[in-house]
């Protein structure tokens, strides 16, 4: 329930393609079944039951979803396991009081397995308005809470609000979620995820019976494995564990929001997703696992994984790792032991070492106490020789109750909703802190929480596993469209959106491939970019483009919706950008007019905090490597979103540069460094942003020009007005009225310095936001850089306007300025 902001669709809320809906009920009963074709909605209209195909398999199930999420959203599925074949399949309730599935054959596919006492006369099925399907007596209208049977007893792979999550200690029920197989197969998927029982119980989720992630225990607020789970406006989750009951369930604090938690079978399983009803999109508000540290127990016994340490698993202070070739080589799996042995028995030889901002180990071999201090604690993990560690059992209210752990601590990791560990030391090993030491802790945990809040990016060991992870999916074959995170559409729902690609909705053609406009069943409008088979963005950038789309969000970038990968065909699908792009206007002597000097100064400063999010914001640090006016594409009201990220490179957290043989780019826009050694960072994406800067406030193109007897490009003609004195005149005639001119005057300054030669020498975006929106005195700009375009250029090139293409490879020669 954590991380990555990408708005996303999933795998279950694909289009449907219904059957003719004939008629709507609200209740079934004996006399009155449900055929294929009729729907069985909630009283308040929220949820709708109905017979379904999923995306492009051709089987039909019974299931639940939201009746006015356009996007649909099922919830859960009765026959998941076992689908019918045609379209001619009832629900009804038999005499027994069972429900059934029954196909045309009459024979059965799916059942509540129920009988009931009462006459099948008084029995109704309803669709509560919490979404739980329950089959009750009707004649008692009272006992509303008591249920024959209710789908809230077997979760699909979605928990609503109310729904337990858990055991009933007394029946043996345990209620779990199950991801689909796949986007088009409701079937029982390999991850689950539940509560797991034992003296300390945790919510965990499992790859087939293996353990893949574990919450930590509950600690009053939620646990110290689970990040953002502060009061919230949003929703509130309840635990309960008495003789009965084991489980977990969340109430929605504000009843007109829309949040469920969806179990996926992508790298991130678990998210609470919220409907954001203008832009008819699902958002992820929290997903787990959150990052790397949290695949169970990735660092070994006594390993405690840091995501911002660098390997990300460090032994424990007073351990050591158990097989120092294999830690140094980043296998951890053998963890760490004692650098001291353990004087056990021999009385007030050992003693503890505090850790601070710990998720709690594993919790299978472990005690609990509800009502011993933390002193008592103490005592009784000394006094029994298999004691490793002790703490709170619960953090609320300054801390109470007693947990104990025996042998081997595993799966621990410093969180920021972590608590002191007391691990269990040699008393050589060991420190007694004072309440100094104690506040100097505390600070450290604050100072901590505050950059890993500021910095928020991805850090080195996660980028090592991601990227390991990312490369065994490149290595694998096209097929294996799981393991990518953003909701895949099939060919036909495209086909039909584009009018089958049809020429009246193309937009344009990219550097990859065309661009169409499409509309989808709900009336939502996409751009979908089909990558052409001879472009030169292959499988690798493409999923670059996904992976990258998937894990970014932010107002200033454009959103991507969803992909298609079916046979040689791959796709992209954008939110559509009524106003195209920014250089359809800029450079348009007609639609430049349109944009007075405001609206560019507002594209300018959106366009930067943009790309500051990329550098410096989002989890990964991400250098665009194209951005150029034509990848830049304006909303309704003209706010500029980033767009293609088929060629930018995520970095590692602290990363800031790369190296590459193979120059991507568009002349114009290219650092030269980059372009001619191929060095590309940060900063040479602060180059682009120059060079867009001075194009946005001329009204020209970067590209050669013969000015006054001069070979010339934008950037050395400003350099040449800023020399003389005359920065104004390189303002575009069409903006004089609309501006101030000491405030573009400032803007050109602030583009000069973006194009330094040196990457050192320029600015970083957070500055450039910084100088562009106060009046803080500016340095003087160096002579900038400036490369004219050589005559050859090499490597592919796939569309007509070539001054912004992005290509290949390019040769450059670099001037020196005059
Ligand atoms: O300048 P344009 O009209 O805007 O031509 C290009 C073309 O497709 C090739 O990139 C247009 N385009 C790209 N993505 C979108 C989008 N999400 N919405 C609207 N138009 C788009 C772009």
Redesign the pocket.
Known sequence: MALVHATLLFPNLLFFFFSQVSYATDTITHSQPLSDGSTLVSKDGTFELGFFTPGSSTNRYVGIWFKNIQTRTIVWVANRNNPTKDKSSTLSLTEEGNLVLLNINRSLVWSTNTTSKEPVSSLVVQLLDSGNLVIRDGSNDKNEESFLWESFDHPCDTLLQGMKLGWNLKTGLNRFLTAWKNWDDPSSGDFTSGVKLGTNPELAIWKGSVEYYRSGPWNGIFSSGVFGFSPNPLFEYKYVQNEDEVYVRYTLKNSSVVSIIVLNQTLYLRQRITWIPHTRTWSVYQSLPQDSCDVYNVCGAYGSCMINGSPVCQCLEGFKPKSVQNWNAMDWTQGCVHKEPWSCGVKNKDGFRRFVGMKMPDTTHSWINTSMTLEDCKAKCLNICSCTAYANLDTSGGGSGCSIWFGDLVDLRVSESGQDLYVRMATSDTIIYNDAKHKNSKKVVLMVAIIVSLVVMMLMGFSYIYMTKTKKEEEKDEGEQENLELPFFDLATIINATNNFSIVNK????GFGP?YKGTMLDGQVI?V?RLSRSSGQGLKEFKNEVILCAKLQHRNL?KVLGCCIEGEEKMLL????PN??L??FIFDSVQSKLLDWPMRFNILCAIARGLMYLHQDSRLRIIHRDLKA?NI?LDNNMNPKI?DFGLAKMCGGDQVEGNTNRIVGTYGYMAPEYAIDGLFSTKSDVFSFGVLLLEIISGKKNRTITNEGHIDNLIGHAWRMWKEGTPEQLIAPSLVDSCKISEVIRCIQVGLLCLQHHPDDRPNMTSVIVMLSSETILSQPKVPSFLIKNISIEGEQSCDRQESCSINEVTVSLLNAR
């Open positions: 937009l344009g053609e990219g661009v751009a970019k454009v954008y939110e559509y950008m195209k792009s250089d359809s034509s594409l767009s």
